[in-house]
């Protein structure tokens, strides 16, 4: 089956808004996976809903999740190839005949490093789906059944500049944590974020109020002066493009982290095993999710099981606590987790009615994606706490 104009029109506007850019490079990268896919005799079909594309050679059938960047760097990509496999791993459970999941991502040009960061990834956290890595110079690196005849290099990749550095990552840990500082004065209500309220006038400043190294905080300003995000004619550090740079911060936000669904060894109230896990791990745990959005007022879903940010999980340490795994088929009471941005979840937490809770920004940024009304959530938080903290910002710009 050739591709037809509505599955083209698909191609270039399904996926253009999760890229980091506008620009009409994400449209032809998604245009020629596609004709990768014709070219190799694949047929390929538009599902009711869900995965981007269907596609079918001989009895194998793969559900395909595209996601493209206009850059090909490692802190775009794999935030997006996380996204990919979340999504397309939702979305064949709803699909006919249940299509093997192939979560694909692209860009103009990546890199062998990148590349191999990608797949590094994916071994790790989606060893079950199939993935696809391709890019306008002529990479296609595909892993899954019936997809190695896809794989080529680019007749020439010119080798990586040993004096080049890569670039930081934007969303590492702390600076996570640093953007919760500088973002803390335009919260409507100070009560949704521990963290110090104040401007600060260089790295120096807001190194010392982050309670981080003056080195991290220059790189961190440096970096978020080079993609735009700092207004240059400010007297303090003032974050610009906000919209943006909370977009990008949330498909960041979108990986898979270790966790462990728990149960009480004996009955007991479940307030009591929140209070008694928190206990355990001081100030290096905090409820998450769904719980912390109702201790701050801001619930919206109900009946899920509580979830609790901690630095480690020792299943062996559990008993102590009144705790077991619980086995496959049981009702789970508590979810165990460990961040992956240990610094800026445990800093950022605070008390609520006795209870040690993620902040309003980390419970945006986690609830966004997940399957269980999510994005309901999500929505209610942007419109309650982010939206204004957007227009507060901006204002402070104007005076």
């Known amino acids: 089956m050739l591709i037809n104009k509505a599955m083209l029109r698909k ?17 032809q990268i998604e245009r020629e996976i596609a004709e990768v896919f014709r070219r190799a005799g694949w047929v390929l079909s538009e599902p009711s809903d869900g995965a981007d594309l269907l ?7 793969y559900a395909v999740e595209i996601k493209a960047a206009s850059e090909g760097r490692a802190d775009r990509l794999v935030p997006l190839m996380a996204q990919a496999i979340l999504q397309i791993q939702s979305s064949v459970r709803h ?28 071994r790790v956290h989606a060893p079950d789906v199939a993935i696809g890595v391709v890019d306008l110079e002529g990479l296609r690196e595909f892993s899954g059944k019936g997809l190695e005849s896809l794989n080529a290099r680019p007749p020439s990749q010119p080798s990586r500049d040993s004096t080049e550095k890569p670039r930081a990552d934007l969303f590492s840990d702390l600076n996570q944590w640093m953007m919760k500082v500088l973002l803390a004065p335009y919260l409507k209500d100070s009560k949704l974020l521990n963290a110090p309220v104040g401007h600060y006038r260089n790295a120096s400043e807001l190194a010392v109020a982050s309670r981080v190294s003056v080195m991290t905080a220059f790189r961190f300003i440096r970096q978020l002066k080079r993609e735009g995000f700092v207004h240059e004619s400010s007297r303090v550090i003032q974050l610009v493009r906000l919209e943006e740079l909370l977009r990008r911060w949330q498909a960041a936000a979108i990986r898979p982290i270790p966790e462990i669904a728990v149960r009480s060894v004996v009955a007991r109230d479940k307030r009591v095993q929140v209070q008694r896990v928190l206990a355990a791990h001081g100030d290096r745990a905090c409820v998450a999710l769904f719980a912390a959005a109702e201790a701050l007022h801001l619930g919206f879903v109900h009946g899920v099981p509580a979830h609790i940010y901690v630095d480690d999980i020792h299943p062996r340490d559990l008993s102590q606590i009144g705790l077991m795994k619980a086995e496959q088929g049981r009702v789970a009471e508590l979810i165990l987790r460990v961040p992956s941005a240990r610094n ?11 209870l040690r809770v993620c902040d309003a920004l980390q419970v945006w940024l986690d609830v966004s994606n997940h399957p269980t009304r999510g ?11 982010i939206k204004p903290m957007i227009d507060s910002a901006r204002h402070a710009r104007r005076q």
């Open 55 to 61: 596609i079918r050679k001989k009895n194998v059938v």
């Open 95 to 122: 699909l006919h005949g249940r299509p093997a999941p192939l979560a694909v991502v692209a860009a103009p040009r990546i890199a062998p490093t990148v590349l191999e960061q990608i797949h590094q990834f994916a």
């Open 375 to 385: 994005k309901e959530q999500a929505h209610l938080i942007f419109n309650r706490v």
């Open 11 to 27: 191609l270039e506007t399904s996926q253009v808004r999760n890229s980091v850019s506008s620009s009409t490079r994400p449209a």
């Open 344 to 354: 800026s979840v445990f800093r950022g937490a605070l008390v609520k009615d006795g």
